[in-house]
């Protein structure tokens, strides 16, 4: 059987990639699992100086999800160049390094550097608040993706995957300012705006009073925009919202996923990427599937 695929230019074993936020820069799973065996590693949300994040609580738990408001708190750039990537290139997967920033400016420079580095690819995540347009993110509209996509395109010569926001109206609209822009792919959904009150004190469960809904409730919402936005751009999607499963995996690369990310799954237990990649062998093997790319898309419509 053939598993692998190309996911924008990114040669992967296999489709299964582990989310950016939930599997850090890949140390403490290390323990758990073999990280060869993953098809890719989208590290947590990098950015060009370090971040402390939000004060706590940060993460809540919720039916069927969780939401988050870490605030992409990370070690910054050199950090990862000096520390991590040496580390991480020690695996045999690819490494795909999300980049956020809070202004046009910050993002060339973080991708100006990630250029001279031995990553595979970025994913550019743009729901990154704009502060220089009253903390809107930079995904919520065609011009703001385009503006920013195409000014770290001048810099970036490796893979570009632009991460898209679902707190959207219509997800393809962003999703074509990537593509008119010159991304070599999508990555989607981000999480969900959400909010979770403690009916005892009367309170936001979060300190940021809202976050990101994430985990299997999101799944269904998660595979219809993966739908729509295959339907509308010519370039890979990376497929994510809600996957525990090998089963789910496939879900999204009917859809029209070319590679899928695991994020909230993480977190219920450190096998269920490596499970999952024993699940989308064990769907080929049933339905006498050879490779892998004959299912991406290929959900029959009623």
Same mark, same amino acid.
């Given at each position: 059987?053939?598993?692998e695929v190309n996911l ?106 990630l250029n001279k580095t ?33 000014q770290v395109r001048k ?54 009073? *809202? $976050?990101?809904?994430?985990? %299997?409730? /999101?799944?269904?919402? +998660? #595979?219809?925009? &993966? ?36 994020? *909230? $799954?993480?977190?219920?237990? %450190?096998? /269920?990427?490596?499970? +999952? #990649?024993?699940? &989308? ?22």
């Amino acid at each position: 059987m053939n598993t692998e695929v190309n996911l924008a230019g990114i040669k992967m074993k296999n489709p299964i990639t582990v989310a950016s936020g939930t599997f850090g820069y890949g140390r403490e799973f290390a323990e758990y699992i073999d990280l060869n065996k993953l098809g890719g590693i989208v590290t947590k949300g990098t950015s060009l100086k370090p971040r402390p994040g939000n004060k706590p609580p940060r993460v809540c738990e919720t039916t069927a999800g969780m939401l988050n408001a870490i605030g992409l708190q990370n070690p910054g750039v050199e950090h990862f160049i000096n520390e991590d990537l040496p580390w991480l290139k020690k695996f045999d997967t690819a490494v795909i390094v999300n980049a956020c920033g809070s202004t046009i400016d910050e993002y060339v420079e973080l991708c100006r550097i990630l250029n001279k580095t031995d990553i595979d690819g970025v994913e550019l995540n743009l729901s990154c608040p704009n502060v220089k347009e009253g903390c809107l993110a930079f995904g919520t509209t065609y011009e703001g993706v385009k503006n920013v996509t195409s000014q770290v395109r001048k810099v970036l010569d490796k893979p570009l995957i632009v991460k898209l926001t679902p707190n959207v109206t219509d997800i393809t609209q962003p999703a074509k300012a990537a593509q008119d822009a010159g991304a070599d792919g999508v990555s989607l959904i981000n999480t969900l705006l959400g909010m979770s009150i403690d009916i005892h004190k009367k309170r936001p469960m979060l300190a940021n009073n *809202t $976050g990101g809904l994430s985990g %299997p409730a /999101v799944k269904p919402v +998660a #595979v219809r925009m &993966v739908y729509q936005v295959a339907q509308a751009v010519d370039i890979p999607v990376l497929g994510l919202g809600g996957i525990v499963t090998g089963d789910d995996a496939i879900e999204f690369m009917l859809a029209g996923a070319t590679a899928v990310s695991i994020g *909230t $799954g993480n977190f219920i237990s %450190p096998e /269920v990427p490596v499970n +999952a #990649v024993k699940g &989308v062998e064990e769907y080929m093997k049933k339905y006498n599937i050879s490779d892998i790319n004959e299912i991406i898309g290929a959900v029959q419509m009623n």
